[in-house]
Nanobody, 123 residues
Framework: QVQLMESGGGSVQAGGSLRLSCAIH????????MGWFRQAPGKEREGVAG???????SYADSVKGRFTISKDNVKNTLYLQMTNLGPEDAGVYYC?????????????????WGQGTQVTVSS
């Protein structure tokens, strides 16, 4: 069984950067697809970025060119590098993993979720 643990959230000023990490523990076959999602107060959780083991990546239009998803297979850690952050990027960020391949920004693709890490952006 896969377990995910996010870290790296915090407070940053607009225009700043943060790197989120997601430590992955468990069966590797369960992580064929991995993604980052976020939920702002009063809003639905939305897909931010995703990647899979066959080399596909996907980004929400709102973060393209600013966010980068990557994975270190030695450290078994998923990352989300976020730059030029704005107040609209604030929220709780969740790491997710799933054994199947599909639409990377679809929540239904994922079976395991982390507990989330808070990102706050001040203007």
């Amino acid at each position: 069984q896969v377990q995910l643990m996010e870290s790296g959230g915090g407070s940053v000023q607009a225009g700043g950067s943060l790197r989120l990490s997601c430590a992955i523990h468990g069966a590797r076959y369960s992580t064929n697809s991995m993604g980052w999602f976020r939920q702002a107060p009063g809003k639905e959780r939305e897909g931010v970025a995703g990647m899979n083991t066959v080399g596909s990546t996907s980004y929400a239009d709102s973060v393209k060119g600013r966010f980068t998803i990557s994975k270190d297979n030695v450290k078994n850690t998923l990352y989300l590098q976020m730059t030029n952050l704005g107040p609209e990027d604030a929220g709780v960020y969740y790491c997710a993993a799933g054994p199947r391949f599909g639409i990377l920004l679809a929540q239904t693709l994922y079976t395991t979720w982390g507990q989330g890490t808070q990102v706050t952006v001040s203007s």
